[in-house]
Every structure is written in structure tokens, then in C-alpha cells.
T-cell receptor, first 113, second 113 residues
Framework: AQSVTQLDSHVSVSEGTPVLLRCNYSSSYSPSLFWYVQHPNKGLQLLLKYTSAATLVKGINGFEAEFKKSETSFHLTKPSAHMSDAAEYFCVVSVTGFQKLVFGTGTRLLVSP | DSGVTQTPKHLITATGQRVTLRCSPRSGDLSVYWYQQSLDQGLQFLIQYYNGEERAKGNILERFSAQQFPDLHSELNLSSLELGDSALYFC????????????FGEGSRLTVL
């Protein structure tokens, strides 16, 4: 069965410093992988998605993620954090189509001035 | 604004009661998904409908039921409520043949006292 593991429940960074949110996946097949963001009291929004095209995926708001099959990882990065990036981030895997997305437990990103 | 509308935003009720959560998908989207988000369980897929028919089922309790109407709006019915049913319930929609992106509503927060 497919699954994702988000390695950090909380990540704290200072504004202007790089962001790294880690995600490892497990899948018997070629997966589709996503990162979603949830701001406080809001629904989830798609940041970016990998669907077997380019391994480096660029998303919204300056975020990008790299699919590494050898490491079964799909880490999310951003060169410079902004205060508005403070939110919960979810790594998501799907194999059989998006009707059965499997969400990770989430990583809360805290950004300090 | 994702285009997905959920009502009510907040609901407080007592154990043993029944509630109905409503979701209007984005214009043109045929698929509707229901998710439950709680502190201990994280984000759990409940059920998916496509054009009025049940398409996939996840961790949905027998006390819960859903349906999608001809106008494509969906309702999630929760009955014999227990304290543990307190959670944020999200509805999401997607396009037919979409690339895996789900558009989430802002959720309905259910508190069972």
C-alpha cells in the first residue's frame, strides 16, 4: 500500500532563510506525489505535483520539490521563507488516481521575524 | 477562494444527535470528496462521488452516509454522534480527467458535546 512519511512535525525558520520540509514515500508503483498547504482556518491548497514528468517540480509561491526515486523522497524547498509561508504542509501520494489520496501527518512551518 | 462552498462553517451539537453537512463543488466539477481532519487521526479520506454515484470509499463509519444530488451538490450525514466525531470535515472537488488536483472548501467544524 502506498504511504507517505513526513519526517518533521514542526519546522522553525527565520524569515529570509531556506525552507526544507521532508517527505518519504512508499509505493509499489510509480506514484503521483503532491504537496498541499493549509493556512489557519482555511482549506487545503495544492502547492505542486509530480506525475512522472520532470523530477524537479516548481510550484506556487516559490516552492519546489524534487522527486528522488533512489531515496524515495519528495522534499519541499524554498530558498527564502516569508512570514506568509507559516502554515501546515501535507505531503500526499496517489497511485490509483486522485480519488484515493493518502495524506501525510503534516508539518507545521513556523516563520519568525 | 477555491470555488467549493461548505455549510455550515461551525456546528455544535450533543452526543446521539444527527447533523448534515453540505457541499457545493466548483462549477463544472463532477467529483466530490469528503475528508475528516482531527488531531489524533490527521486527514482521513471518507468517500468520493462522481456524477451522483459512489466511486470510492475510505474510512467512513457506518453511522455516516453521503450522497450527491443531480445538481452535483453533496451532503454528508453524521448520525448517533459521539465525542470522537468532533473534527473538521472538508469537501473537495475535481474535474473529470483532472491531473490530481483537488479543490478544497474551508471546512465545517463539528463539535460534539
Amino acid at each position: 500500500a502506498q504511504s507517505v512519511t513526513q519526517l518533521d512535525s514542526h519546522v522553525s525558520v527565520s524569515e529570509g532563510t531556506p525552507v526544507l520540509l521532508r517527505c518519504n514515500y512508499s509505493s509499489s508503483y510509480s506514484p503521483s506525489l503532491f504537496w498541499y498547504v493549509q493556512h489557519p482556518n482555511k482549506g487545503l491548497q495544492l502547492l505542486l505535483k509530480y506525475t512522472s514528468a520532470a523530477t524537479l517540480v516548481k510550484g506556487i509561491n516559490g516552492f519546489e520539490a524534487e522527486f528522488k526515486k533512489s531515496e524515495t523522497s519528495f522534499h519541499l524547498t524554498k530558498p527564502s521563507a516569508h512570514m506568509s509561508d507559516a502554515a501546515e504542509y501535507f505531503c500526499v501520494v496517489s497511485v490509483t488516481g486522485f480519488q484515493k489520496l493518502v495524506f501525510g501527518t503534516g508539518t507545521r512551518l513556523l516563520v519568525s521575524p | 477562494d477555491s470555488g467549493v462552498t461548505q455549510t455550515p462553517k461551525h456546528l455544535i451539537t450533543a452526543t446521539g444527535q444527527r447533523v448534515t453537512l453540505r457541499c457545493s463543488p466548483r462549477s463544472g466539477d463532477l467529483s466530490v470528496y469528503w475528508y475528516q481532519q482531527s488531531l489524533d487521526q490527521g486527514l482521513q479520506f471518507l468517500i468520493q462521488y462522481y456524477n451522483g454515484e459512489e466511486r470510492a470509499k475510505g474510512n467512513i463509519l457506518e453511522r455516516f452516509s453521503a450522497q450527491q444530488f443531480p445538481d452535483l451538490h453533496s451532503e454528508l450525514n453524521l448520525s448517533s454522534l459521539e465525542l470522537g466525531d468532533s473534527a473538521l470535515y472538508f469537501c473537495a472537488s475535481s474535474t473529470r480527467g483532472g491531473t490530481g488536483e483537488l479543490f478544497f472548501g474551508e471546512g465545517s467544524r463539528l463539535t460534539v458535546l
